[in-house]
């Protein structure tokens, strides 16, 4: 298993005051909403097994001004979650074989969201198990069950702070024909578990 890279992953619930410091974090636009979310910690419990990983990848998505985000073609009932208040989950299958998750953020309404890309193993995980955006929903068994949820509205998945990087890369990002050119793709510049392509 892996070690903490920077510090021990708080796995408990979070108080007040750390669930309002996240949600402010997440009530800013895709770009900016994105580059905050590296270095917070994901936890999933099932049942009495703890697992925690520390955002390390992630991408913006800018809504139904984006051809590439999921908002784009309006809303319907799977993208419905993108509409939610900043802290809702939005977990979509692809390829018939993938889960991936997201996040929405800025403001009920706006159909932004962060699609987290990979992170690094800290609780519970084998080194390199959430490196990658499907590998990251099979290391924490998430799936579209937890889809239209919010992130502190159980105990199930959830936000901890943690250690921010201190060198964030962007690049264009990846696996989209649309609206290709725009370097929304932020990662810890410092991490081994970034995906491979890392601009």
């Known amino acids: 298993m892996d070690a903490p890279p920077r510090g021990r992953a708080r796995t408990a619930w979070p108080s007040s005051a750390e669930q309002r410091r996240l949600l402010d974090l997440l009530s800013h636009p895709p770009e900016e909403a994105a580059r ?6 994901l936890v999933r419990r099932l049942g009495s097994a703890v697992r925690a990983a520390r955002i390390v990848e992630v991408e913006a ?3 139904q001004d984006d051809p ?7 809303r319907t009932r799977r ?9 809702t989950i939005y977990v ?3 390829y018939g074989m993938h ?3 997201n996040f929405s953020v800025e403001r009920e ?3 932004g969201c962060v699609l987290v890309r990979a992170a690094e193993a800290l609780v519970g995980l084998e080194r390199g198990a959430a490196t990658g955006p499907g590998r990251l929903c099979r290391a924490l068994e998430i799936d579209t069950g937890l889809s239209g949820t919010h992130v502190f509205d159980h105990r199930r998945l959830y936000l901890r702070e943690g250690t921010p990087p201190r060198r964030v890369g962007v690049s264009t990002r990846i696996g989209i024909r ?3 050119e725009r370097p929304l793709r932020f990662f810890d510049a410092e991490s081994p578990a970034v995906s491979a392509t890392r601009g």
């Open 61 to 63: 998505y800018l809504g």
């Open 109 to 111: 309404g706006a159909a």
């Open 36 to 41: 905050r979310l590296l270095g917070t910690v």
């Open 68 to 74: 590439a985000a999921h908002a784009y073609r309006g």
């Open 99 to 101: 889960h991936c998750l």
């Open 178 to 180: 649309l609206a290709a």
């Open 79 to 87: 993208t419905e979650p993108l509409w939610g208040p900043p802290g």
């Open 92 to 94: 979509y299958f692809i």
